[in-house]
C-alpha cells in the first residue's frame, strides 16, 4: 500500500546497513512496485522458504504473496508488519513471533484489539513487538518520556487532527484518497475517528492513561495548542493519572501535544522564565509525524538495542468500541474499518468488560442479531461472530489474563 511503498523506497535508498530483503504482499504486483519505485529492478518471485533464502544469501531481492514465508526465513532479523488488517496481522504477527523474528507494527489497529495478548508472547519468545517512530502514537510516546525526563507528570497525551466526523465513507472521502494515492477505507478511517481513537488507546496502553468520558473530549480549537491548558481540569486528569485525547483544528498541525504538571515552585519558576508559562499544566508539542521516514529507526531500535518505541505495560487501559454509522438491521454482516457501518471510539477498558463491548477490531464479518440504530455502541450479544478466528481466540486469551487478572499459561 501506499504507506508500504514509501517505508521501502526509505529503507532502500536512506538508510544505509539496513537491507530490505523481502516484501510480501497478496497482490504480489503490489510488492514488485514498491521495489520498482525505489530503484530495484532485480526482483526474484519466491513461493517457498528455500527460495526466499537463497535469493536473500545471493543479495537479491525476493517478493512473495505468501507473509508466513518472511516469517520463517532465516537470514532475516525484523518484520514490519503495515496492513491495518485485524486477522491477517494477528497470523502474520504470531508466526513471526514464533520463529524469533521482531515485529514492527503500523497496525495501531492489531495493537489496539489484541497488542496486550500479542506482547505476551513476544516477551516469552524473547522478541521485540512495538509500534513505530513516525506514526503519532510513537511520537507521542517519544514526547511523553522526554517530558517524563526533565522532571514533569504528563497528564494528558494527545493528538492534533484536522477533520473529525463519524459518519464519513469511502464514497465521500474518494476524491482525498485518489489525490493522494490512498486506499478510500483508509482514509475513511482517518476522518470518521476511528484510527485516532486506536492511535490514542495505544499510547494509553503504553502509558497507563485513560479517557475522561467515551469518545474523549475531542476539543474543536483553531488557536495554539499552547492555550489549550486552561481548557482542562487538573484535578480530574490527576484523579484519572491522566488522559489520552485529541482536538481539531489547532496549530501547529498534524502533530502531537503532551500537557505535563511539575510540583516543585522552584522549577515551575525556571518553566515560566523559559516561557512555558505560569502552569499549573506546561505544553510540550512536535509540530509534524513523519510516518514512513522514521519507520527503520524502530527497527533498528529493535535489533539493535532491544528497544521498544511502544507497547502495551500491561493489560488494555483503553479500549476502541463498535459504533453503528448508520442504521443496522437484523441479518447484515458488518464491513471493515473505515467502511460503511460502523465506526470506533475510546472507551476506557473497565467499562468495555462491564458491558461486553463489541471491540471495533473485531466487528468485521458479524453477524447481526437484531436492529440497531445509528450511533448505538455495539455489544457481543448484539452480534454472531465468525467461525475459526485467530484474532477472537487471542482476544479471548486477553481479555482471560488481564480482565481476571488470573495468569493463564500461553505455551
Known sequence: GFMGRGIANQIINSVPGMELVAIANRNVAKAQRAYNEAGIENVQTVNNVAQLEDTIRSKNYAITDDALLVCQAEGIDALIEVTGAIEFGAQVVMEAIAHH?????????????????????????????SACDGDQPGVEMNLYRFVQSIGLKPLVCGNIKGLQDPYRNPTTQAGFAQRWGQNPCMVTSFADGTKISFEQAIVANATGMKVAQRGMLGYDFTGHVDEMTSMY???QLQALGGIVDYVVGAKPGPGVFVFATHDDPKQRHYL????????????????????????PLSVARAVLFGDRVLSPIAGPIVEVVTTAKIDLK????????????????????PVVQAQRLLPMGLAEGCRLKRDLPKDTVLTYDDVELPLHRLCDELRQQQDAMFSSRVPLSVG
Open 101 to 129: 523474528k521482531h515485529v514492527i507494527l503500523m497496525n495501531a489497529e492489531l495493537d489496539g484489539t489484541i497488542g496486550c495478548i500479542l506482547k505476551v508472547y513476544a516477551d516469552k519468545a524473547g522478541v521485540i513487538l
Open 233 to 235: 481540569d487538573i484535578d
Open 272 to 295: 515560566n522564565l523559559y516561557k512555558l508559562g505560569e502552569g499549573p499544566l506546561y505544553s510540550f508539542y512536535t509540530p509534524y509525524h513523519l510516518c514512513h521516514f522514521e519507520v
Open 330 to 349: 437484523a441479518g447484515e454482516v458488518l464491513d471493515g474499518i473505515g467502511e460503511y457501518m460502523t465506526y470506533g471510539q475510546c472507551e476506557n477498558a
